[in-house]
């Protein structure tokens, strides 16, 4: 199974991009997929987060300008965002928790980054 991303990019502030992430390989089902982000020399944080219901759930600092999405029949996940702030700038992480073939238990897939940067 692997998760991959694409999208980001350079915006001015203000600006949207839109983040995709899909997953491939033999997979049973996914529960949650979300996007995470780290910027430099701070910890990776939660974006947001969509679970196979279709509740989400947004940090504080995205909520308003973001808009999390998912199409279960391509397994993807998107990011809609808006309003970029240079604050905002930062590796973007697709995550997912997939049941695979393999292993037929929930196991916690990550993307290859990609770079989001946002400037003033």
């Known amino acids: 199974v692997q998760l991959q991303a694409c999208g980001g990019g350079l915006v001015q502030a203000g600006g949207s991009l839109r983040l995709s992430c899909a997953a491939s390989?033999?997979?049973?089902?996914?529960?949650?997929m979300g996007w995470y982000r780290q910027a430099p020399g701070k910890q990776r944080e939660l974006v947001a987060r969509?679970?196979?219901?279709?509740?989400?759930v947004y940090g504080d600092s995205v909520k308003g300008r973001f808009t999390i999405s998912r199409d279960n029949a391509k397994n993807a996940v998107y990011l809609q965002m808006n309003s970029l702030k240079p604050e905002d700038t930062a590796v973007y992480y697709c995550?997912?928790?997939?049941?695979?073939?393999?292993?037929?238990?929930?196991?916690?897939?990550w993307g290859e980054g990609t770079q989001v940067t946002v400037s003033s």
């Open positions: 995550n997912a928790v997939i049941i695979p073939q393999t292993t037929r238990t929930p196991v916690n897939y």
């Open positions: 390989g033999s997979i049973i089902s996914i529960n949650a």
């Open positions: 969509i679970f196979s219901d279709g509740s989400t």
